[in-house]
């Protein structure tokens, strides 16, 4: 009998093999954090990670797989008349913020920022800019001759590509579509701009109630399909723009009072405007310490619509290590 009879022997094989199996690999990276060090750490143990993690097809299922990319910060203008951007994210996977700017002569305003690309109103030479941060890419935008001389409001910029199963996120070769919401004494108008025909589409407009402004502190939201701003004065409104379904504008009246109405003009209460679960217009009002929400439930064959009360939030229920509480801007703070 043999010293080597009745010992264990251990089969490394298996495991080897597996790490050599590029599909378990691949599913594997998948399931890394949605961050910008993540691939790149990985990419760097050997060559073969790095083929798997740089196919076109894994960077394709990674960003379905995660859905929604990281918020890597916002832009600003500063007073240079820059376009500048703060990282929201911590080291390593802060992105520096020289690392997107802009600089523009004269005026401007960032009006947008959606699927990779920043919307740039330049007031003095009435124009918009669509400028694409990863590439450096800037597209010069004239506005149609039916909004010379408007004040613009708001607008708003986004990917349309039609792929079937496109997953936003590295749309910068992709078409896009630019939508811009302007004013007069008298009017609101809405335009679409389409960069597959290079071409600005009809200028639909309607009446402008008497005494509104549009809100300068909640921002203008962006569906797939429409853009909503905030109107203010002695009623408050949305002015909502469908360019898809309605093809039209639409003022839609809140169920609030003088009272609000006013705090919300003096910057006592924020807004926001978004969209419930069930697709349905959805505004929010924060009120001190309390979160109110008005949900829209049908619109009647005379536009008129029926809101109903929402959920409501009383911030200081919330557990909370924190002892103090502010607001502006459109959010809440705890301190």
């Known amino acids: 009998m043999s010293g080597d009879e009745g010992r264990e022997t251990t089969n490394t094989a298996a495991p080897v093999a597996q790490l050599e199996n590029e599909d378990l690999l ?14 790149l750490r990985a990419s760097l143990v050997c060559k073969r990670w790095c083929r798997v993690i740089s196919n076109p097809l894994f960077l394709r299922e990674f960003r379905a797989h995660h859905r929604k990319p990281p918020l890597l910060g916002f832009f600003s203008r500063n007073f240079l008349g820059s376009v500048e951007f703060t990282p929201a994210l911590d080291p390593p996977d802060q992105i520096p913020a020289s690392r997107f700017s802009l600089q523009i002569a004269g005026r401007g305003k960032v009006l947008h920022c959606h699927h990779g690309r920043v919307l740039i109103h330049c007031q003095k030479e009435q124009q918009l800019l669509v400028w694409d941060p990863i590439t450096g890419e800037l597209q010069h935008l004239a506005f149609p001759p039916e909004l010379d001389g408007k004040i613009v409001s708001g607008g708003g910029v986004f990917c349309s590509s039609a792929e079937q199963g496109h997953q936003h996120g590295a749309c910068h070769s992709d078409p896009f579509k630019v939508v811009v919401v302007a004013e007069d004494r008298n009017r609101f108008y809405g335009c679409v701009y389409s960069s597959e025909t290079r071409a600005w589409g009809n200028v639909l407009s309607i009446m402008r109630p008497g005494l509104t402004r549009v809100s300068p502190t909640c921002p203008s939201t962006l569906f797939s399909n429409s ?22 504008l639409a003022i839609i009246y809140l169920p609030l009072d003088r009272e609000v109405s006013s705090d919300i003009i003096h910057g006592i209460f924020q807004c926001l405007i978004t969209r419930g679960d069930s697709g349905s217009l959805s505004f929010i009002l924060l009120t001190g310490f309390s979160v109110l929400e008005w949900k829209t439930t049908s619109i009647n064959g005379d536009g008129v619509t029926t809101w109903m009360v929402g959920n409501t939030v009383d ?17 809440a703070f705890c301190i």
């Open 26 to 39: 691949a599913d594997s990276f998948r399931r890394l954090p949605a961050l910008p060090s993540s691939l």
């Open 227 to 248: 853009i909503c701003l905030l109107l203010i004065g002695l009623r408050t409104a949305i002015l909502e723009f469908d360019w898809g379904t309605q093809n039209q």
């Open 315 to 331: 911030l200081r229920d919330l557990p909370s290590d924190h002892d103090q509480w502010g607001c502006g801007c459109g959010c």
